[in-house]
């Protein structure tokens, strides 16, 4: 059994429950927009982090033939006839009519076998290179190989030619339908296409609502059983059979498609808007350019802003960014979108940023405060601990760790000693990641810490830049013309 | 289809509106102007005389088109070749207007104000857009036959790139196929039944032929029109023997599902018309909406004209002197005898008009007696350039500037003054706006700002931000009562500066002339203490 998340076992179905770090990372909001065609069966395959880098790696290589536009269309071709696929399983589980099930059973049949041949040869054309999509190749190949399938696909598809070969000719007066078989020449069709060149209407059917037939089209299968016989006959014989056309193991394999396409389709659609993208690389340090917090760039996006991105370094011999700096300063985007770079550079797929080398991290943990919590009743530093707990347990070691705010509401003092052996506590168990604090001190806690600073402008406005510098107490008075930057220097600046 | 009569490429759209319009439209009081424009005024021998009718569309669109600055010395000639097409032929554009304006009419009574959320549901709603396909396809016509009657003369690009465009999109070939399809859907709208003669009946009935398949789950699908058509069909009773025998007849032929008395089956061939019908009118609804905009803008752009006609017949009546603004480089600014048309309308009186030649003077500033003059020559200028880049005519004999987008104006709330603390916060929190909104082509007037402090910090803070700008190359003229400030600007020579102000003959009496003149330590402000003083005693 091959999956596409995994090389050795299904992998990636064992949560179903939305883990903490999706709502810290705001990966719900982003997975919502990347998943609102998919529905929730791919949501959760977003949930599960890789095991071990081998799945990682798996999984990037399976990424970077979908990111190509050719595999990509060919499976976002399949993806969406197979979408129509279900559709007509929903109508013909709905009909009431033993003959009208019959002949949806022949439309999904028809519809899966065309749009199965059309992915089989656009995927030998394309020649994937990741293990994972050959893989899939081949299953398709033997599946179409195999004699029961032929078989199948020849009469389907001889069933199919008549059926679509059918036409009836329908004129109404006020008093009454003339019904006749036989196919027209569409004239007035064609006026009207003559007339406005660019209209893509269609003439629908105001019976396609509901599944029953009506009057109409009872009188018109009425006239048509008596005339087709041969054909209904045969039809019958065809949906007798109950030929399992779509195994279990290929609806799997198109969800786990679904993870990949997903991504790749929301993808393209920021990188429309200007938004930078980049396959990671697996390096020993971290080292990125140009991060920015995704899910403020979805925001943004409504608002037709820009985000701000930021770089980050970590050298070999450092371990922990604690960054201090201004309230509403980007501190908190800071750390979340470097949370998103770990998260989706160990989910194998691309990562917000212009440039980006990742390690390979054992696990990615967040630690955002809360509202206190009124359900488990704890106080909020309780809460902390206790979720803090999970994190710091044996095994954990080279992780990434994310922490926003923690002990907020102790004493400045204790606040300072715990979160001071939390770092510690982290560092020696090879971890990595960013500490965001208000606590100045912390930027000097242990060995491997690296200090960072959200910046001020000259007049203490937010730059939204994060740079290395030592942590500082705010100060700043204001006289007006000051406070409006209108000083000749201070608007020399603002010109500059 | 595209009216262009304001811009050559494209049709109105209010965006890149000048910052802060609402403080421009109140520190130039050009309310005024929209009042002008609202008139109705015909001229009678040398009279104008206007009418008690106002039309506030008419103010409107004046005030929408005015508050969006041209840019380009092509796009201001563009529409002042428009506007002296309209001069020359103010009957046209009022028919023009008139014509537009029925139809949106119309369209209103037909229901087009009710909520348009797109998806029609209703046979009532069909029948309600049938009928507005209907009236803009006429007003179409109506459009067309004008503009071939009565257009020829028109000569401006404007007009006769529009006349092409209608002959072109509306041809008569277009004419001919709407007018075919309205005919066969006729049946739809008309229910009535017509009696030409005594004891003629007709009615409208439909034939429709389709063709389908029934590949989906054996329901009709992939439908085709073959034909659509009204019928004109003499009128039988449809409960009467005649339609009784029929409807028998039909029941016993062969391929024939006879509708009489069958309600189910002709609810069903209800809905199959009703989506025919549908189907075809949705073919022809984005040329039905290309022509309600069409519309929309028709009646917008030529009340925008009807109001200058209207402005330059106010001007006449207050025997102000007009012209058509030349567009130079962004250092020229020269005029003749230029009047604050907006004071001349409100006083229902002549006014002083100005000269000026301050060409290459990147920054102006204004000093002078109290009451003499300097916030209407001020105005004077911000006014015709608001005009000027609107494409309107302006009151002066010669007017010359440069196109200014990015236009500000900054002047003292004297009806602030209550808040005396915080004024000098609220001068600074809308500079500080301007600031940020500044752009190329800046032009900035400033009428007593910072009067709102002392003296000699004002002057200092006028200095510092006047000095940063300026050296920004934005565009300056200052009334100021800040003398510290001035002198200190004259003192260093600077090049392209002028000075200005207002006139004072050595009696004490103003002139209202505005004159170039070096700062003087004093605004003659005693005088006028002891002017208003001694008149009391």
């Given at each position: 059994?091959?999956s596409?998340?995994?090389a050795?076992?299904?992998?990636g ?10 709502r810290d990372?705001y ?6 927009r990347?998943t609102?065609?998919?529905?929730p069966?791919v ?13 990682e ?7 970077g ?7 990509y ?11 129509i ?7 013909r ?7 009208q ?5 022949l439309?999904e ?5 065309t749009s199965?041949?059309?992915l089989k ?5 394309a ?6 999509l050959k893989a899939?190749l081949?299953?398709?190949v033997?599946?179409?190989?195999r004699?029961?399938?032929?078989d ?7 069933l199919?030619?008549?059926?679509s070969?059918f036409r009836?000719?329908l004129t109404?007066e006020?008093?009454?339908f003339?019904?006749?078989?036989g196919k027209?020449t569409?004239k007035?069709?064609q006026?009207?296409?003559d ?16 599944e029953?037939f009506s009057?109409?089209?009872e ?7 008596k ?14 059979r109950?030929f399992?056309c779509?195994?279990?193991e290929?609806?799997?394999l ?14 393209r ?7 930078l ?6 390096s020993?340090?971290l080292?990125a ?5 995704l899910a ?16 980050a ?5 450092e ?12 501190k908190?985007t800071?750390?979340r979108?470097?949370?998103q ?8 797929l691309d990562?917000?940023?212009?440039f ?16 206190e919590s009124v359900?488990?009743?704890?106080g909020k530093?309780?809460?902390?601990l206790v979720r ?5 347990q ?5 992780c990434?760790?994310?922490?926003n ?9 204790d606040a300072?000693?715990?979160g001071k052996?939390?770092?510690e ?7 990595k990641?960013?500490y965001?604090t208000h ?10 810490v ?7 402008d ?5 730059t939204?830049?994060i740079?290395r510098?030592?942590?500082k ?11 409006y ?11 500059a | 289809?595209?009216?262009g ?6 049709e109105?759209t ?8 609402g403080?421009?439209t109140?520190?130039?009081g ?14 009678q021998?040398?009279r ?5 009718h106002e039309d506030s569309?008419v103010?409107?669109?004046m005030?929408r088109v005015?508050?969006i600055?041209?840019?380009?010395q092509e796009?201001?000639q ?5 506007l ?15 014509l537009?304006s029925k ?6 009574r037909l ?7 797109g ?7 069909l ?7 209907r ?22 690009r404007?007009?006769?790139e529009?006349f092409?465009r ?15 399809i ?10 009535t ?21 029934l590949e989906?789950?054996?329901?009709i ?10 019928i004109e069909k ?7 023997v005649?339609?009784?025998?029929q409807?028998q007849?039909?029941s016993l ?13 002709r609810e069903?061939?209800?809905q199959?018309e ?9 073919c022809?609804?984005?040329?039905v909406a290309?022509f309600g905009?069409?519309?929309?803008q028709l ?19 207050y ?11 962004q250092e ?17 009186g002549?006014t002083?008009?100005?000269d ?13 007696a109290?009451q003499?003059?300097k916030?209407?020559?001020l ?5 015709a ?11 002066a ?12 104006t900054h ?6 003054s209550?808040?005396?603390?915080g004024r ?11 600031v ?6 800046s ?11 002392t003296?000699?910090e ?7 931000i ?8 934005v565009?300056?003229i ?5 003398l510290s400030f001035?002198?200190?600007v ?6 392209g500066v002028a ?12 002139t209202?002339k ?12 005693l ?9 009391d005693k």
């Amino acid at each position: 059994m091959i999956s596409l998340l995994s090389a050795k076992e299904n992998a990636g179905r064992d949560v179903t429950e939305q883990p903490t770090l999706f709502r810290d990372l705001y990966l719900d909001q982003i997975m919502e927009r990347v998943t609102e065609d998919w529905g929730p069966e791919v949501r959760t395959l977003f949930y599960a982090l890789p095991k071990s880098q081998a799945e990682e790696t798996y999984r990037r290589a399976i990424y970077g033939d979908i990111k190509k536009d050719e595999i990509y269309d060919a499976l976002m071709e399949f993806e969406m006839s197979m979408r129509i696929w279900k559709q007509y399983g929903q109508h013909r589980e709905r009909s009431l009519e033993e003959l009208q099930k019959q002949v949806w059973h022949l439309r999904e049949a028809q519809a899966y076998v065309t749009s199965l041949e059309c992915l089989k040869e656009k995927l030998e054309k394309a020649k994937p290179s990741s293990q994972g999509l050959k893989a899939l190749l081949e299953w398709i190949v033997g599946w179409t190989d195999r004699k029961e399938y032929r078989d199948f696909r020849a009469e389907v598809l001889s069933l199919w030619q008549e059926l679509s070969g059918f036409r009836v000719m329908l004129t109404y007066e006020r008093e009454r339908f003339t019904i006749a078989e036989g196919k027209g020449t569409g004239k007035y069709d064609q006026f009207l296409s003559d007339c406005f060149p660019t209209h893509e209407k269609v003439f629908k059917s105001p019976f396609l609502g509901s599944e029953d037939f009506s009057n109409l089209e009872e009188e018109l299968v009425r006239l048509f059983r008596k005339k087709h016989k041969d054909f209904f006959e045969r039809l019958g014989h065809f949906d007798q059979r109950k030929f399992n056309c779509v195994p279990e193991e290929h609806k799997r394999l198109l969800t786990e498609a679904g993870y990949y396409l997903s991504y790749a389709k929301f993808q393209r659609k920021m990188e429309e808007e200007g938004f930078l993208f980049c396959a990671p690389k697996v390096s020993d340090c971290l080292s990125a350019k140009g991060v920015y917090d995704l899910a403020l760039a979805l925001t943004n996006l409504e608002k037709r802003q820009t985000v701000i991105s930021n770089d980050a370094y970590l050298a070999p011999d450092e371990s922990f960014f604690v960054l201090t700096g201004p309230n509403q300063g980007g501190k908190t985007t800071y750390a979340r979108s470097l949370g998103q770079l770990v998260y989706f550079t160990k989910m194998g797929l691309d990562v917000p940023a212009e440039f980006a080398e990742v390690p390979y991290y054992q696990n990615l943990w967040t630690h955002f405060s809360v509202e206190e919590s009124v359900e488990t009743g704890r106080g909020k530093l309780l809460d902390e601990l206790v979720r803090l707990k999970p994190m710091m347990q044996k095994g954990q070691t080279n992780c990434f760790v994310v922490i926003n705010e923690l002990f907020t509401t102790a004493a400045n003092y204790d606040a300072n000693v715990m979160g001071k052996r939390v770092l510690e506590y982290f560092i020696g168990e090879h971890c990595k990641g960013i500490y965001v604090t208000h606590l100045a001190d912390l930027s000097k806690a242990c060995e491997g810490v690296v200090s960072l600073r959200a910046g001020v402008d000259a007049n203490l406005v937010q730059t939204y830049q994060i740079e290395r510098s030592e942590a500082k107490e705010l100060a700043g008075a204001n006289r007006q013309v000051e406070k409006y930057r209108l000083t000749y220097e201070q608007l020399k600046e603002r010109f500059a | 289809m595209n009216v262009g009569l304001l811009y050559d490429y494209k049709e109105w759209t209010p965006v890149k509106p000048y910052f802060d319009w609402g403080s421009m439209t109140a520190d130039l009081g050009l309310d005024t102007l929209f009042w002008a424009a609202r008139q109705d005024s015909v001229l009678q021998g040398s009279r104008v005389v206007c009418s008690e009718h106002e039309d506030s569309y008419v103010g409107f669109a004046m005030k929408r088109v005015m508050c969006i600055p041209l840019k380009t010395q092509e796009e201001v000639q563009y529409r002042q070749e428009v506007l002296k097409d309209c001069l020359a032929h103010e009957e046209f554009v009022g028919k023009l207007y008139r014509l537009a304006s029925k139809v949106l009419e119309d369209w209103d009574r037909l229901g087009r104000k009710r909520n348009n959320t797109g998806i029609r549901d209703t046979k009532a709603e069909l029948i309600t857009d049938l009928q507005v396909f209907r009236l803009l396809v006429s007003g179409m016509e109506q459009v067309k036959e004008l503009l071939s009657k009565d257009g020829k003369e028109m000569h401006s690009r404007g007009f006769r790139e529009l006349f092409d465009r209608v002959g072109k999109e509306f041809s008569d070939d277009v004419q001919i196929r709407l007018e075919k399809i309205l005919m066969d859907l006729s049946f739809y709208v008309d229910v009535t039944i017509h009696q030409p003669k005594r004891n003629v009946f007709y009615s409208y009935s439909p034939r429709i032929q389709m063709e389908c398949g029934l590949e989906d789950g054996l329901k009709i699908g992939s439908l085709k029109l073959e034909s659509m058509e009204t019928i004109e069909k003499p009128y039988s009773n449809p409960y009467g023997v005649k339609a009784k025998l029929q409807g028998q007849v039909n029941s016993l032929t062969p391929g024939v599902i006879a509708l009489y008395k069958d309600q189910a089956m002709r609810e069903d061939a209800e809905q199959l018309e009703y989506e025919a019908v549908n189907y075809v009118y949705s073919c022809c609804s984005s040329i039905v909406a290309s022509f309600g905009r069409f519309f929309d803008q028709l009646r917008f752009q030529t009340a925008f004209y009807l109001g200058a006609i209207n402005i330059k017949y106010q001007m006449q009546r207050y025997k102000t002197e007009w012209c058509f603004p030349e567009v130079g480089g962004q250092e020229s600014l020269s005029f003749t005898d230029l009047k604050e048309v907006v004071m001349t309308m409100k006083q229902k009186g002549n006014t002083i008009g100005n000269d000026g030649k301050l060409d290459g003077e990147a920054m102006v500033i204004v000093t002078g007696a109290n009451q003499g003059g300097k916030s209407t020559f001020l105005r004077s200028i911000g006014i015709a350039q608001v005009m000027m880049q609107c494409g309107l005519m302006v009151p002066a004999k010669r007017y010359r500037s440069g196109l200014f987008p990015n236009f500000f104006t900054h002047f003292t709330r004297r009806e602030d003054s209550a808040m005396n603390s915080g004024r000098l916060d609220e001068e600074l929190r809308r500079m500080d706006q301007i600031v940020s909104n500044l752009g190329e082509d800046s032009l900035l007037l400033l009428n007593e700002s910072f009067a709102s402090t002392t003296e000699k910090e004002g002057s200092a803070i006028a200095y510092d931000i006047i000095k940063a700008l300026k050296e920004e190359g934005v565009r300056i003229i200052t009334v100021t009562h800040l003398l510290s400030f001035a002198q200190r600007v004259y003192e260093e020579k600077q090049s392209g500066v002028a000075f200005l102000s207002a006139q004072r003959l050595s009696d004490g009496t103003r002139t209202y002339k505005i004159l170039p003149h070096a700062p003087e330590m004093t605004s003659f402000g005693l005088e006028l203490y002891d002017e208003i003083l001694s008149s009391d005693k």
